[in-house]
């Protein structure tokens, strides 16, 4: 049986639709400007973040294109900061906001680091990109860590873990293990309480689900997830207003990976636009 876990209410309407079309021309210059120098591209990436989580806000499912378009144009500055920062020297060419274009290595940036690494992957699989996934799963862990004091360790461990999977690689079942561990309230330290049991840990929870192929578990799982990331962003009046609380970034991918992977999905929500999460703009326009 389907369950349906409303989102909470998020100020809609004329203004919101305004806000969205904003924020979308500002990322479109914003890409246009990459081409003299992509040494903002980290914070190009943030802002087309924020326009697809206020694409989700009007258009909830993503019936859109422009919603699409939002998707993917995230996704591909995700992969083209990890690709750019990833070298010193040269151009790399990236396809972004429907142009291949040719930026200019820039070499190490902090903000290259394991949480934004995270945004960039589950982009990449909602958005069904192996290529992109396997690039960024390429990545030497050593090189996503941030300064101490930044992440609590458990986050290198679950990028680890997600690195391990996609690339088939031995020890999976322990990396997910010393995640859990490291997760752990009563272990981590960095992470606000609310933060790592509304938003950070369920992802974790429900991957542990769908790599054990548990059908039973994974529906009830991604219900719990979802109403951790209501209470989180209802917790307070300024939250509740947040364009961020939108969708449930990890959450969804992980549902993707379960959709395709054969696993029913009995849970609908707007936390959840739903032709994301079954893919339903496949071959729209080159990606």
């Not at 690339?167 to 009563?186: C, I, N």
């Not at 379960?258 to 739903?274: C, K, M, N, Q, T």
Request: glycine content about 8%.
């Amino acid at each position: 049986m389907t369950v349906r876990i409303d989102r909470h209410g998020l100020p809609s309407g004329p203004e919101a639709e305004q806000y969205a079309q904003r924020l979308g021309r500002y990322v479109s210059g914003e890409i246009n400007r990459l081409e003299e120098s992509a040494s903002t591209i980290d914070g190009t990436f943030g802002t087309s973040v924020l326009n697809l989580r206020a694409r989700c806000v009007i258009d909830p499912q993503a019936a859109a294109v422009e919603t699409w378009e939002a998707t993917v144009t995230a996704m591909q500055l995700g992969s083209a900061l990890f690709a750019v920062t990833g070298v010193s020297d040269g151009t790399v060419e990236c396809r972004i906001d429907r142009e291949m274009r040719g930026l200019r290595a820039v070499g190490p940036l902090s903000t290259a680091d394991a949480g934004t690494w995270l945004q960039a992957f589950w982009l990449a699989v909602i958005c069904r990109e192996q290529d992109r996934m396997t690039q960024l799963c390429e990545i030497p862990l050593e090189r996503l860590r941030a300064p101490e004091g930044q992440y609590d360790e458990y986050v290198h461990h679950w990028v680890d873990t997600l690195q391990t999977y996609w690339l088939r690689r031995p020890g999976l079942v322990e990396k997910l293990t010393a995640t859990f561990e490291a997760s752990d309230p009563a272990v981590a330290r960095i992470a606000p309480p609310d933060l790592l049991q509304g938003i950070l840990h369920p992802p974790i929870s429900l991957f542990y689900h769908f790599v054990r192929r548990d059908e039973e578990g994974f529906g009830p799982a991604l219900a719990e997830a979802l109403k951790l990331h209501r209470a989180y962003w209802t917790l307070s009046e300024e939250r509740s207003a947040d364009i961020d609380g939108s969708i449930a970034l990890g959450p969804l991918a992980v549902a993707c990976l379960a959709h395709d992977g054969g696993i029913p999905v009995e849970v609908e929500s707007d936390y959840l636009p739903r032709h994301l999460l079954q893919h339903g703009w496949l071959g729209e326009f080159p990606t």
